[in-house]
């Protein structure tokens, strides 16, 4: 592979959705000649595809992995995997105008289905012995179930580049009958080996198999990953997410579009509160593989090519201090913990952080004093309620409440010096509402507010006015007392 400044680029699955649309903008647009190359493209599946296979994100409904798993669910897995080959069949036929395209791209996704589903029969056949377990190799059903929406939509696009003179090449990551198993690195490494990146567009699938078994810690976040090491591995000049909004200051559908604005500019560290509050710009874990080798990455609205997104680096410090954005959670679980046997005691925060990881329940933040923890999450309520049963046994002299509450968060790279406290705390009792609690860190990068859901949309509005839009305002609006209570 030539070592040249070059970018990695991710698309995601809703943007992939749109094919055309992705080809006269990011993929092509009126690049010609040499500007086409030196850019490498990561690609998720298509919107839906991976719920299909897996389970919906959102829902729960089970999809082609979630039935296989359940030995409830019989043979009804293969029926489910059938539809979404068939989705697949479809979605070819709504990209693929010239017939001899669209059957290279049916007869490559019928292979990878096929084959799938004779491996998936014979291991039910196997496990139907007492001496192989299932479980043991959900994960790696899981992966090989993801990989097949990657690989569909990487091919497919390899083919539409083509049919407009693009030398694009498919980077299969999914260990597709590969023999022996390698890191992350080595796997990119051993794939890219030979490309010429300055006459070759690369399309890589977002799923990479490999040693470290991605889908393990990162589940559906592997994309990120994905794109994170192979822009380190490729030495990139850049990393950009392309996305089918801006990285903007608010929801603009909440707020209004007339009065968000673009970001612009921000660090990791903005990144890493935004992910801590559901609203991904990056993963964590991908986000340190780029800070840690110096290479920038830029989120930008796939659909608006000239313009120039939001771009995230460790050493942007903020020209003035400032929210930059302002964003939260609903369905967020608030568990207080109270025991006065507490005070002068260890060992409470550690059992009740025990038993949140074994039921995986996500902790967005917690506070604490001499008595009482509370601890606001983000997980099923099936899940937090067992948490709360296994408290209880284990304290029975606590008193365990539980509540159903929102979370709103003003972020920037420096809250300091510009009164964010006191401002926010004046608007949000100039619009009526009485927030359950408030948390202002020291090191001054996200003031959390919480408050009941009914006020989650006000208290955005309200904090994104007098944060953001106002901002420039010397004076903070005065505090009412009730607000402070």
Known sequence: MTKQPHTVEKIGGTSMSRSHELLDTVLVGDRKGDALYNRVFVVSAYGGMTDALLEHKKSGEPGVYSLFSSAES????????????????????????????????DKFIRERVEGVRSCL????????????????????VREMLSSLGEAHSAYNT???????????????????????????????????????????MPIVTGYAQCAEVLMKTYDRGYSEVTLSRVAVVTGAAEAIIHKEFHLSSADPKLVGE??????????YDVADQLSNMGMEAIHPRAAKSLRQSGIPLRVKNAFEPEHPGTVIRSDLEAKRPGAEIVTGLKGVFALEFYDQDMVGVKGYDSEILEALTRHKVWIISKTSNANTITHFLK??????????????????TASIGLRKVAMVSAIGRNLRGGATLARAIGVLAEAG?????????????????????????????????????????SEAPRAKLHAAA
């Not at 083919?159 to 390698?182: F, I, P, S």
């Not at 007339?258 to 660090?267: K, P």
Request: contains cysteine; hydrophobic residues 40%.
């Open 74 to 105: 019989g043979w009804s897995w293969g029926d489910a995997l059938s539809d979404v080959c068939r989705k697949m069949i479809d979605k070819n036929a709504e990209i693929f105008a010239d017939p001899s395209a669209r059957e290279m791209a």
């Open 379 to 396: 997980g099923s309520m099936k899940a937090i309620k067992r948490v709360e049963a296994d408290l209880a046994k284990a304290f029975p």
């Open 121 to 140: 029969i014979d291991l039910s056949r196997l496990c139907s012995f007492g001496h192989f377990q299932l479980e043991q190799h959900l994960l790696t």
């Open 258 to 267: 007339d009065r968000v604005r673009v970001i612009g500019e921000t660090n």
């Open 433 to 473: 509402i009485e927030p359950l609690g408030m948390t202002d860190m020291i090191r001054k990068v996200d003031l959390q507010v919480i408050v009941d859901e009914d006020d989650f949309d006000k208290t955005i509005i309200a904090l994104h006015r007098g944060l953001v839009e106002d901002a420039g305002k």
């Open 158 to 200: 390899v083919l539409l580049l083509k049919e407009r003179g693009v030398n694009a090449r498919m980077v299969d990551l999914t260990g597709w009958r590969q023999d022996g198993e390698y890191k992350l690195d080595e796997q990119i490494a051993n794939a890219f080996e030979g490309i010429d990146l300055s006459s070759e």
